[in-house]
């Protein structure tokens, strides 16, 4: 059992910057791939960015790519979601998520990932 924390969210104008962070419980965090996902009101869960459990891998959704930088820090337990340049449209509910030990397949769907944040809330004014 995983259980994640997510934090960081907030109101800010176009343009700003935001740092979440995702805390896990658990030894084996560095076993997990972990993602970032959101979620605006009226429209479905989609994925934005996900970071391998061996920490050398990235991915993330064309829409953040090149604004939005996810990493992590094993000792910590903790995956971080920078978010520079934001857009209105960035505006929504945003959960981490892991997957089961060692996965390795299509990061960018929600099904693989078994574990859930709560989410935090993240809105940009324009």
Do not use: H
Not at 12 to 17: D, E, F, T
Not at 37 to 48: D, I, L, N
Not at 67 to 86: G, P
């Amino acid at each position: 059992q995983v259980q994640l924390v997510e934090s960081g969210g907030g109101l800010v104008q176009a343009g700003g910057s935001l740092r979440l962070s995702c805390a896990a419980s658990g030894r084996t965090f560095s076993s997990y791939t972990v993602g970032w996902f959101r979620q605006a009101p009226g429209k479905e869960r989609e994925f934005v960015a996900a970071i391998r459990w061996s920490g050398g891998s990235t991915f993330y959704a064309g829409s953040v790519k090149g604004r939005f930088t996810i990493s992590r820090d094993n000792a910590k337990n903790t995956v971080y979601l920078q978010m520079n340049s934001l857009r209105p449209e960035d505006t929504a509910v945003y959960y981490c998520a892991t997957t089961v030990p060692y996965y390795s397949g299509n990061y960018y769907s929600p099904d693989p990932y078994r574990y859930w944040g709560q989410g935090t809330q993240v809105t940009v004014s324009s």
